[in-house]
Nanobody, 124 residues
Framework: VQLQASGGGLVQAGGSLTLSCAAS????????MGWFRQISGKEREFVAA????????YYADSVKGRFAISRDNAKNTGDLQMNSLKPEDTAVYYC??????????????????WGQGTLVTVSS
C-alpha cells in the first residue's frame, strides 16, 4: 500500500484543517488507518485510528472532541478533520495503515505502511 497525505498548512489557533490520505493498493476490511504526529526530536505520537470495515474510531485524549477521523472505502481515502486547533497541535502529521490487529493499534510500531507526512503549523 502506498499512502499520500495532504492538506497541511498554516492556521491560526482556533481554526480548522482537514488532512487527507489517499491509498493505492488494497486496504482490507480488518485493517486500520491511523494518523500520527511527530515533533522533531520526539517519538511519533498516536492521534486517531479508524477500523476500515466498521468505521469505529479511536482518539488520543489530547484530540478527543476536536478531531474527527473518517474513511471512504470506495475511494480508498481517509480524512482527519481537525477543529479548535491549538499551537501544541503543531507537528508533521502522518497517515498509516496497520494490517490485521487484535486490538486498536495505538503504537506506531504496529503500522505497516506510511505516508510521507504533511506539516501542520498552528500559530498563537
Amino acid at each position: 500500500v502506498q499512502l499520500q497525505a495532504s492538506g497541511g498548512g498554516l492556521v491560526q489557533a482556533g481554526g480548522s484543517l482537514t488532512l487527507s490520505c489517499a491509498a493505492s493498493g488494497s486496504i482490507f476490511s480488518n485493517n486500520y488507518m491511523g494518523w500520527f504526529r511527530q515533533i522533531s526530536g520526539k517519538e511519533r505520537e498516536f492521534v486517531a485510528a479508524i477500523q476500515w470495515r466498521s468505521g469505529a474510531s479511536y482518539y488520543a485524549d489530547s484530540v478527543k472532541g476536536r478531531f474527527a477521523i473518517s474513511r471512504d472505502n470506495a475511494k480508498n481515502t481517509g480524512d482527519l478533520q481537525m477543529n479548535s486547533l491549538k499551537p501544541e497541535d503543531t507537528a508533521v502529521y502522518y497517515c498509516a495503515v496497520a494490517r490485521s490487529f487484535g486490538t486498536v493499534p495505538r503504537n506506531y510500531i504496529h503500522y505497516n505502511f506510511w505516508g510521507q507526512g504533511t506539516l501542520v503549523t498552528v500559530s498563537s
